[in-house]
């Protein structure tokens, strides 16, 4: 919308850049353009505003398809108005000369034309197509007929408009059959889901048994391998046992061969000692045997004073002495001493 400022019963106006101007003063046109500023009397001047800038048009409306089911088509047009006079010729875009606002609607019969032609062209189409076809193809179908039955409108160039693109949104059924056709997608997906959570229970399962049978292969191998080891135990055992007994027999006979020789040893040391003795017995005897009784007696009281006990004194009676002395005073004994 215009800026129209008062001044001393005078207008200023002063448009937008996107805002093609026309002004028109007592029948002739004064002013015409875009981005317009100027002044003029409100009593006497004609205004017209016409936008030139791209517009969106949302629209929604219903359709039925082939096979009888209304569908809700959702679709946005860009378009603009390319040629001004023309389109402010065939529409109303004047303007109140005080306050600058439109005192028709030229943007709702724009959008109305625009939706009933649209709408027109999406009916044509959806009437030949299958729910189904349409749920998947239809909005591509629905598009490129809309935007080619928009270009070739004729009203739309008369008016000095201009389609610049079409977009369909969606294309959607009422909700109790969209939840229907859901149906079978979401039973088909439960049983895949089914299917895999069934071929990951029997991957577990196999997974599993062939746990258990490593695991049963290991027992097995390990009480083969215990049994092995008892084995060879008992082979090392009776192998130290016979190796023990064969060493206790060398030791045995060894220690046999030694008391063996130690008694003959002995036997000998002892034989020879036993000669040794009758040899030095008989030469004491044959000495003996040789000596005179006087001599015998004499060692036989050497020998007496050795074994006998210490004597402090000696008491020696008159009778004693007496043959003593007669004793030693005979010949035998002086010859003998």
């Given at each position: ?8 019963g005078w ?8 805002a093609?101007i026309r002004?028109h003063?007592r ?13 003029y009397?409100?009593l006497?001047?004609a205004?017209?505003e ?5 517009r969106?048009?949302a ?6 398809t082939a096979d009888?089911?209304?569908v ?10 390319s ?6 010729n065939r529409?109303d875009?004047s303007?109140?000369?005080?306050t600058?606002s439109?005192?028709?609607?030229p ?9 009933e032609?649209?709408?027109?062209h ?9 729910l189904?076809a349409a749920?998947?193809d239809g909005?591509?179908?629905?598009r490129e007929r ?12 008369a008016?000095?408009?201009?389609v ?6 969606a ?8 939840r229907a056709?859901?149906?079978?997608a979401?039973?088909q ?6 299917r895999a959570?069934?071929?990951?229970r029997?991957?577990a399962?196999e997974r599993e048994?062939a ?14 391998r215990e ?11 009776r192998r130290?046992a ?15 061969a ?8 002995e036997?000998?040391?002892a ?5 040794a003795?009758a ?5 004491w005897?044959r ?7 006087a001599t015998?007696h ?11 006990p210490?004597?402090?004194s000696?008491?020696l009676?008159?009778?004693?002495l ?7 005073g005979?010949?035998?004994g002086?010859?003998?001493?």
């Amino acid at each position: 919308m215009a800026d129209i400022t008062r001044r001393f019963g005078w207008r200023h106006l002063r448009s937008a850049p996107t805002a093609h101007i026309r002004h028109h003063t007592r029948g002739k046109l004064a002013h015409d353009g875009r981005g317009l500023s100027f002044w003029y009397r409100s009593l006497s001047a004609a205004l017209s505003e016409v936008p030139v800038d791209d517009r969106e048009l949302a629209m929604a409306f219903h359709a039925r398809t082939a096979d009888f089911q209304d569908v809700t088509v959702q679709a946005t047009v860009t378009y603009r108005i390319s040629d001004p006079a023309e389109a402010a010729n065939r529409l109303d875009f004047s303007v109140d000369p005080d306050t600058g606002s439109w005192r028709g609607a030229p943007l709702e019969q724009i959008a109305t034309l625009l939706t009933e032609t649209a709408q027109q062209h999406t009916l044509d189409v959806l009437a030949r197509t299958p729910l189904a076809a349409a749920l998947v193809d239809g909005v591509a179908s629905v598009r490129e007929r809309v935007a080619t039955g928009l270009t070739a409108e004729p009203r739309l160039p008369a008016t000095g408009i201009d389609v610049v693109a079409v977009r369909v949104v969606a294309i959607r059924p009422e909700a109790e059959v969209e939840r229907a056709l859901r149906t079978p997608a979401r039973e088909q997906i439960q049983q895949e889901a089914d299917r895999a959570t069934y071929e990951r229970r029997a991957v577990a399962v196999e997974r599993e048994r062939a746990i258990a049978e490593n695991e049963l292969a290991s027992q097995i191998e390990l009480a083969r391998r215990e049994e092995q080891l008892v084995d060879q135990r008992g082979t090392n055992a009776r192998r130290e046992a016979e190796e023990k007994a064969a060493a206790d027999g060398v030791r045995t006979e060894a220690a046999a061969a030694r008391t063996v020789r130690l008694a003959r040893a002995e036997a000998e040391a002892a034989r020879e000692t036993g000669g040794a003795r009758a040899e030095a017995q008989a030469a004491w005897l044959r000495v003996h045997g040789e000596a005179d009784p006087a001599t015998l007696h004499a060692l036989a009281a050497t020998r007496l004073a050795e074994n006998l006990p210490r004597v402090e004194s000696i008491t020696l009676s008159p009778d004693v002495l007496t043959g003593l002395l007669a004793r030693l005073g005979r010949p035998e004994g002086g010859a003998g001493a």
